[in-house]
C-alpha cells in the first residue's frame, strides 16, 4: 500500500503527536506517585537504585496500560486543530471520503496496537516483577501479597497437598499434608510432617516430625516415622501459594501455561489470571475503536473548539475506565466470564464507534 501526501501528513501528526503526549504526561505521572509516596521511601530508607529501577518499571507498567488512553486524547488534540484550520473541510471538498481521510489514522492506531501488544505480552510482564516487588516491600508493608493460611492445592488428578499457614519469606510450610489417590481414586497413601521446608542450597525439601501412612491389600495400614527427612516433590514451593501478581509476571507463551496449569489443579481464583491474559489481547483492540471515535468527534468544527472536544474525550476516557474496571472486578470475585468482562466494554464502545462515525459522515 503506497502512502500517499495526505496519508504522510496525517500519520506524521498522528505519531509525532501522540510521542510528545507520552513524553509530557509519563513524567507527569512519576512526579505525581513520587510526591504522594517519598514520604513512605524516605522512611523505609529504600536505596536510591532500587528507587530509580522502581520508576522505569512505574513506566512500562503504568504507560502501558494508558497509551491507549493517550492516543485517544492526542488524536482529539491534533484533529480538533486541523478542523479549526478548516483543513479537513479542504480535504473532503476536494473529493476524498470520509473513509478514505480516515486510512492513515486507522495505519497509526496498527502501528500503535502493535506497539502495546509487544510491550504487554513481552517487555511489561518482566518489568512487573521488580514493580509489584518494590510495591509491597517499601509501600505496601504488612500487607499480604500472596494467601498464606488453609493452602490447598490440587498437583494433578491423582495428588493433592496442604499447608495450615505458609511463610515465603523462610519458604516453609506448616502442617504439611500430600495425598496421592490411585487410579481408581482410592487413596493409596498419604504423608504429613509439622512443616516443610525447601533446602535451596540442597534442592530438597525437609520434613520434620515424618509420616506416611499406605494402605496395602485388604485395607492393612503401614506407617513410616521419622523424626526428619530430606526428599524430592514434583512441585515447587511457589506452588503452594503462588504471588496475587503473579499472572501479570509471565509473558504470552509462560501465562498461557500458567492457566492450563492453576486449571489442571482446580486454582479457585482461576479467573483473575485469564482476566489478565485477555486484557493483553484486549489493549490493542481498544486503540482501533478509540481511534474512530476520537476521528469522529474531532473531524467536525465546532463552536467550542478543541476545549470542547478535550473534555468530550476526557469523559469518554473516564468512562471506558470505569467500565473496564466495573467489569474486570465482577470477573475476579464472582462467577463472571473474563471474557465477557473483556468483550462488553470494547463492545460498547464498538457501536458507540460505528454510531459516532456515521453521524460525523453524515
Known amino acids: 500500500m503506497k502512502l500517499t501526501i495526505l496519508d504522510r501528513y496525517i500519520l506524521k501528526r498522528y505519531l509525532v503527536t501522540f510521542m510528545g503526549m507520552l513524553l509530557l504526561f509519563i513524567p507527569i505521572g512519576i512526579m505525581a506517585n513520587l510526591a504522594e509516596k517519598v514520604g513512605k521511601i524516605i522512611d523505609n530508607e529504600a536505596p536510591l537504585a532500587e ?23 492526542s488524536i482529539i488534540f491534533f484533529t480538533s486543530k486541523l478542523a479549526s484550520n478548516t483543513e479537513i473541510i479542504a480535504i473532503l471538498s476536494s473529493g476524498v471520503s470520509y473513509g478514505r481521510f480516515l486510512r492513515p489514522y486507522l495505519i497509526g492506531a496498527t502501528l500503535v496496537a502493535i506497539l502495546i501488544f509487544m510491550m504487554g505480552m513481552f517487555i511489561v510482564p ?19 501479597d500472596r494467601v498464606t493460611n488453609n493452602i490447598f492445592n490440587q498437583l494433578n488428578e491423582r495428588d493433592y497437598i496442604y499447608v495450615s499457614s505458609f511463610d515465603p519469606n523462610r519458604k516453609i510450610g506448616y502442617n504439611f499434608t500430600y495425598e496421592h489417590f490411585d487410579s481408581i481414586q482410592k487413596l493409596d497413601y498419604k504423608i504429613s510432617a509439622s512443616n516443610i521446608r525447601w533446602v535451596e542450597k540442597d534442592s530438597v525439601y525437609r520434613l520434620t516430625n515424618y509420616v ?24 515447587k514451593i511457589e506452588d503452594l501459594t503462588p504471588v496475587s501478581y503473579v499472572a501479570e509476571t509471565k509473558n504470552l507463551f ?12 482446580g486454582a479457585s481464583n482461576i479467573n483473575a489470571y485469564v482476566l489478565v491474559k485477555y486484557k493483553r489481547w484486549a ?27 478535550l473534555a468530550f474525550g476526557i469523559g469518554v476516557a473516564f468512562i471506558y475506565i470505569f467500565f473496564d474496571k466495573v467489569f474486570g472486578t465482577l470477573a475476579e470475585q464472582s462467577g463472571f466470564s473474563p471474557l465477557l468482562a473483556v468483550i462488553i ?10 454510531y459516532m462515525l456515521m453521524k460525523a459522515k453524515r
Request: hydrophobic share 45%; glycine share 6%; aromatic share 14%.
Open 126 to 144: 518482566h518489568a512487573s516483577i521488580g514493580f509489584n516487588e518494590f510495591e509491597f516491600k517499601y509501600f505496601k508493608r504488612g500487607r499480604k
Open 51 to 73: 528507587v530509580v529501577q522502581y520508576y522505569g518499571n512505574f513506566t512500562l507498567v503504568i504507560g502501558n496500560l494508558l497509551l491507549p488512553i493517550f492516543l485517544f486524547l
Open 283 to 309: 489493549l490493542p483492540i481498544a486503540a482501533f475503536i478509540l481511534t474512530i471515535i476520537a476521528v469522529a468527534v474531532s473531524s467536525v468544527k465546532r463552536r467550542g473548539g478543541m476545549g470542547l472536544n
Open 254 to 265: 509462560e501465562l498461557n501455561e500458567f492457566i492450563d496449569d492453576q486449571t489442571q489443579k
Open 345 to 354: 466494554p470494547n463492545m460498547l464502545f464498538g457501536v458507540f464507534a460505528v
Open 212 to 235: 506416611k501412612r499406605k494402605l496395602r491389600d485388604n485395607d492393612v495400614e503401614h506407617m513410616e516415622t521419622k523424626r526428619r527427612l530430606d526428599t524430592i516433590f514434583t512441585f
